[in-house]
């Protein structure tokens, strides 16, 4: 793990208040999604990742100095035939990740879709970090850093390419959605509770956890 500044991971330990937030991934099937919550988690990754079917969800704590900010990570599928069930997902979402590949203009195209859903759907004050993932493969970029960049601002996004390969910038992205949601005022010990049906994994029959 990179060390920053008054950040440790934690293995769930509460250090002083704790703060547990939704955070879920969205964006088009094949981007990294998968990869960059494997590299985040347990600082791995595969070449061939099989794809996400529906959903599952994971945990995972950082301290921010004297807070334990606990995510619940939701990392869903990328495939169309899930998109209403994916859409669903999003009730009471503090943070989405939106990724897109760097190397394919359509699924940065498709970002837009992703941020309306969420900016429809969830509180008006939920953070979302825009990702350009792949960055490792910048010899076949088809998506500019700057257009990205201005789209990022343009829509008050937090924005970074980001590697689940290299794991350049996976920390980073997830550290600064932790600072974003505390500087906002958001969350609180034991706030976010999972739903009932999410607890038990399904939101229909398409849209197992696995
Ligand atoms: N070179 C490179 N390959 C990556 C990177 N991230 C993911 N991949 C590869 O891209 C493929 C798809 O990755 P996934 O993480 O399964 O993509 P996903 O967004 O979860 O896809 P769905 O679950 O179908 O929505 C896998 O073969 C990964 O090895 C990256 O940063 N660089
Ligand atoms: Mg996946």
């Given amino acids: 793990m990179e060390n920053h500044p008054g950040v440790n991971k934690t293995n769930g330990q509460a250090q002083g208040k704790i703060c547990q937030f939704k955070l879920i991934l969205l964006g088009q099937s094949g981007v990294g999604k ?27 704590s950082v301290c921010l100095d004297d807070t334990t900010v606990k995510f619940v990570i939701w990392d869903t599928s990328g495939q169309s035939r899930y ?6 997902k999003t009730r009471g979402a503090h943070a989405a990740i939106v990724v897109y590949d760097i190397t394919a203009g359509n699924t940065f195209f498709r970002v837009r879709e992703w941020v309306n859903m969420l900016k429809s759907r969830t509180s008006p004050n939920i953070v979302i970090a825009l990702a350009g993932n792949k960055s490792d493969l910048a010899n ?6 700057d257009k990205a960049q201005a ?11 980001t ?4 794991a350049m910038n996976v920390n980073e992205i997830f550290l600064a959605i932790a600072k974003k949601l505390l500087e906002n005022g958001s969350g609180g ?14 939101c229909c029959n398409m849209c197992k956890q696995q």
């Fill in 34 to 60: 998968s990869s960059s919550v494997l590299r985040y988690i347990n600082g791995q990754f595969h070449e061939n990742y099989e794809a996400t079917l529906g959903y599952r969800f994971v945990t995972h």
């Fill in 151 to 161: 789209y990022a601002e343009e829509n008050g996004l937090l924005f970074m390419e």
């Fill in 189 to 202: 010990a034991g706030q976010q509770t999972l739903e009932k049906s999410e607890e038990r994994g399904g």
């Fill in 83 to 88: 998109f209403s069930c994916v859409a669903e």
């Fill in 163 to 166: 590697s689940a390969k290299t």
């Fill in 140 to 145: 076949k970029r088809m998506v500019e850093f």
